[in-house]
């Protein structure tokens, strides 16, 4: 077998300096009757090629070749080959986790510099090694506030994302959280007047999402004055990262959680992504995951190492602060090199472009009969529309025409059904969003 | 600016270190920035360009990012393909880390991840243009059941940790649909540190158990400590001295006489895999770690998949939603559980990752036992070589990893930390060191099937020279690592006075 690395004789070799004649002996301390003695029902084994023509079919089998408006958390930006071909490399692509630092200065110096990015980019003061994805960053932010403030009440935005509340909901039922959710206004932002300062008081978090998942912008700083009023700490979420390039990053949140996927890593049906916390240094003792830090070596060359490991399960254990162990290293870096490729002025451009493509596709939906803005609020990549019709018919209709139609909010929001948010990046061509734009048009004229 | 190229003439700086070579006095990319530099460019837009403080208002805009890279592509490449040059990977030889199974990480498997068809897809797609993506998903579930010998799966955890979290989830649901959750799980004190960090956060009491004299479960006293008020035994098995727990069925028995559960953390799945199944022996609930048995890359710390396995009584709790072939042979995901534990995390998991995975299993079949005797060969193996120069504090029958102690080393003061970075010296990456708790000094070794003879006699030499140089020259193993190009760093200064990012001068 290819990847076994020893001869037939070899093996004899070996196991007669052991002493053992048969490799059977090195398994006795199994008891004899969970020894399995026929091989294992499994598919294979195929050769290098072989394996190659599976995974071609399966590709073939999805939607290979279609446009999508679909953003939802998941955002189709450019990516770069010269980060694709860097994170191969063998140096990282199969380098293991940077405990022994001088071995590893490769991967600690890329945290570091991963770490200065997140800040740079959210208007935070420190952020970690990563996480495993934007939900579990959120909900292990939440976690952090109620460490923070020894308070248990959390109030969470019902324009967080719906499956970000969902893991969130599955980690607080365990540890006394109490989660009340705020609805929105007609701007599609969070309805503030439901806000009460003696709800406030005992309440650890008020949690948001900005852009938010109708797309809109929240008000950051009102929101940050309000719930810090009340001992509160404002606990932002970001799943669309592009959005910081010409977005004000949400400075006065206390806690930043966001998904980074947007930075060059391709949607790959869910994962692997890379969460991101970043917040105030004051708080730097009650944060989870690993941290890369500067030091020197006797000397005095600068070095990096993983530091405050106190924080962590392999030191504290019951006490930590988290039980992440292994999060999202390597594209970690893939962002890092995407965002160091890109460039200031590139995430910026980056960014005008999706809001520029955005308004066009959203003022050449807004010319069809029938079709309407939701909400009032600002938006970036994402925007939310009213139709005559059902979205569910529209994208199936849609999906004839190989686009793949937005997010239909009604299957997530009760109150909102023939309601979508079409996303559009800088990826999208004029001629598809037309081509989508007259496709909508002509669903909606045909006889119901 | 970047450190200042070490005068040749100076012999402190020089002695054993490539620092006057350019790759290795490399600084951050920050400090090679400058304004007007780009490294990406985009295609112009094509449609009418936006203001962005008109459209969003001038309190929704920002400035351009303060200190953000401005660098070229060429210096991209170089800066990070030096970096890369300053770490040890599996492509450059072994890790003996015990209980990280450093295997080799096939490349087909990240050509198949980088397909178009594949990487491009979105997670919230219809199910009717995702088949491919919902049939990997479901295939790769049919093998991990098959290997572990459990009636069902998710994929959804996103590392060994998760997956940890993840079952107790599962085990709390089940033991409530029964009438009461318990508040207990019992932990041998050899365990992984993310065991009892996932028990809190699954809303258990953490009750340590001492392991017996042979470093296993206490068998004899577990009948006292399995109250009615414990859920869960969480065991790895092997355990994490390597050793397989011989006494199983009669643990899974104790167990499940006063209805409590077994959780295996699979950790050490590389000694089972093809041999046994742990759903013969009586084990619950598990979690697999891709990236340690089923080769995905660590990449310097992640990505990972922690799927988690269970017997049927457990099925219907399992997070939602689950990967599913209906009768017409089509497959979906359900939503509809209304048992579920509920979500741990958005969409439908670590797809790259477990698509790698099945890759892996495909490329072995039913031949995957081929590769656990290996493993277990290439441990024992060194083991009988290591033997007359290490202290075994636990005299039993190694798996795919072996645990000795520093004991003999430690009389003339040098102890595993030492020993590790010594091995630095001789190429190899350190075992684990200090890890299990239960064996002072330990040195936890695990080579793994992808060492061939060589290296592991390669392996053995070195240590075999580092135990003589321990008892001639200590001094030299006490201030290795010599020939990298930083020493030993200041691990008290980093977090005295943590500096955890750059800043413009």
Request: net charge neutral; with cysteine; hydrophobic share 40%.
């Amino acid at each position: 077998m290819r990847y076994l690395p020893k001869s037939p004789s070899e093996r004899q070799e070996m196991l007669a300096s052991i002493g053992t004649r048969s490799i059977e002996e090195l398994f006795t301390s199994i008891p004899e009757k969970f020894r399995l003695r026929a091989p294992l029902d499994l598919p294979g084994p195929l050769s290098e090629s072989e394996i190659i023509q599976y995974f071609q079919a399966r590709a073939a089998e999805n939607a290979r070749g279609y446009v999508s408006f679909l953003g939802a958390g998941v955002y189709q930006h450019l990516r770069s080959v010269a980060a694709d071909a860097l994170i191969q490399r063998g140096e990282f692509l199969t380098s293991y986790t940077p405990y022994q630092a001088e071995f590893a200065q490769g991967t600690l110096t890329a945290i570091f510099e991963f770490q200065t990015l997140m800040c740079q980019i959210t208007g935070q003061e420190v952020a970690n090694a990563s996480m495993y994805d934007g939900s579990t960053a959120l909900t292990e932010a939440v976690l952090m506030a109620e460490r923070l403030t020894s308070r248990r009440h959390v109030l969470v935005a019902r324009s967080v994302h719906p499956e970000y509340r969902q893991v969130l909901h599955t980690y607080a039922k365990n540890l006394g959280l109490e989660i009340e959710e705020i609805g929105y206004t007609a701007s599609g932002q969070l309805d503030r007047a439901a806000l009460k300062p003696e709800t406030l008081a005992r309440t650890a978090a008020v949690v948001v999402q900005s852009p938010n998942f109708f797309g809109v912008l929240e008000e950051i700083p009102a929101l940050a004055e309000v719930a810090h009023a009340s001992g509160a700490l404002l606990v932002t979420a970001i799943t669309e990262a592009v959005s910081l390039g010409i977005v004000r990053p949400p400075a006065e949140a206390d806690i930043v959680a966001m998904e980074g996927q947007a930075f060059g890593i391709p949607p790959s049906y869910g994962g692997p992504y890379v969460g991101v916390i970043a917040t105030r240094d004051k708080f730097v003792r009650q944060m989870p995951g690993r941290l890369a830090g500067q030091t020197t070596d006797a000397a005095g060359n600068r070095g990096f190492v993983l530091t405050l490991a106190t924080r962590e399960q392999h030191i504290r254990r019951e006490k930590a602060t988290s039980n992440i162990c292994t999060n999202e290293a390597l594209y970690a870096l893939a962002a890092t090199i995407h965002l160091c490729l890109i460039g200031k002025e590139g995430l910026r451009e980056q960014a005008l472009q999706n809001l520029a493509k955005a308004r066009f596709a959203q003022s050449e939906l807004e010319k069809i009969p029938g079709v309407r803005r939701v909400f009032t609020g600002p938006t970036f990549n994402e925007f939310s529309l009213e139709f005559p019709r059902s979205v569910k018919m529209i994208n199936a209709e849609l999906l004839r025409e190989k686009i793949i139609g937005p997010f239909a909010l009604g299957t997530q929001f009760p109150e909102l059904t023939k309601r979508a948010v079409i996303c559009v990046t800088e990826t999208t061509p004029r001629a598809e969003i037309e081509r989508f734009a007259a496709a909508v048009r002509r669903i909606l004229e045909k006889p119901v | 600016m970047n450190p200042k190229l070490t005068d040749l003439d100076s012999p402190a700086k020089n002695v054993g270190k490539a620092r006057a070579h350019v790759s290795q006095n490399e600084g951050l990319i920050f400090e090679q920035s400058a304004p007007g530099k780009r490294g990406m460019e985009l295609p112009p837009l094509d449609v009418p360009a936006i203001d962005p403080a008109k459209a969003l208002g001038s309190q929704h805009t920002r400035d351009a990012i303060e200190g953000f890279p401005e660098v070229s592509e060429i210096e991209v490449i170089r800066h990070f393909t030096r970096l890369s040059t300053w770490n040890y990977a599996i492509d450059l030889g072994m890790y003996p880390l015990g209980s990280c199974t450093m295997k080799y990480n096939p490349r087909v498997n990240e050509f198949v991840a980088r397909l178009d068809g594949l990487a491009t897809e979105h997670p919230e797609q219809p199910a009717e243009v995702s088949q491919g993506c919902l049939r990997i998903l479901h295939d790769l579930q049919k093998c991990l059941l098959s290997i572990t010998g459990m009636d069902a799966a998710t994929l959804q955890p996103a590392a060994g940790a998760q997956g940890e979290l993840t079952g107790l989830l599962m085990i709390r649901a089940y033991l409530e649909s029964q009438g009461n959750p318990r508040h207990k799980v019992l932990i041998p004190d050899s365990a992984h540190g993310t065991n009892p960090a996932s028990v809190v956060i699954a809303g258990y009491e953490v009750q340590n158990i001492k392991s017996n004299s042979r470093g296993q479960i206490d068998t004899d006293h577990l009948r006292e400590f399995v109250t009615d008020d414990v859920a869960a035994l969480m065991l790895t098995n092997p355990s994490t001295l390597g050793v397989f727990e011989e006494r199983i069925a009669e643990i899974a028995a104790i167990l499940h006489e006063r209805g409590a559960l077994l959780y295996m953390d699979g950790a050490n799945m590389n000694a089972l895999a093809g041999v046994t199944r742990p759903g013969d022996f009586g084990v619950d609930v598990m979690h697999l770690n891709l990236h340690k048995t089923f080769s995905t890359p660590h990449g310097g710390g992640g990505p990972g998949a922690g799927p988690v396995l269970a017997k049927k009584i457990l099925e219907p709790f399992l997070p939602v939603p689950v990967v599913v072939q209906k009768p017409d042979g089509t497959y979906a995901l359900d939503h509809n559980r209304p048992k579920s534990v509920g979500r741990v995390r958005a969409f439908a998991g670590n797809f790259g990752v477990l698509l790698r995975a099945l890759a892996y299993t495909l490329a072995y079949g039913p031949g995957i036992r081929q590769a656990t005797e290996d493993a277990v060969l290439n441990a024992n193996y060194i083991r009988k070589n290591l033997e007359p120069y290490f202290d075994l504090p636990y005299n039993l029958p190694s798996m795919h990893e072996v645990v000795f102690s520093d004991a003999r080393q430690k009389t003339k003061g040098v102890n595993t930390m030492d020993i590790a970075k010594r091995l630095i010296d001789y190429g190899f990456h350190p075992y684990t060191t200090a890890f299990p708790l239960i064996v002072p000094g330990a040195m936890m070794i695990e080579p793994t099937e992808s060492e061939s003879k060589q290296e592991c006699d390669l392996f053995i030499d070195a240590m075999r020279s580092i135990a003589a140089e321990a008892d001639a020259t200590p001094d030299l193993v006490k201030t290795a690592p010599h020939s990298t190009r930083v020493g030993r760093l200041d691990e008290v200064a980093a977090a005295r006075k943590p500096v955890l990012r750059w800043k413009p001068a």
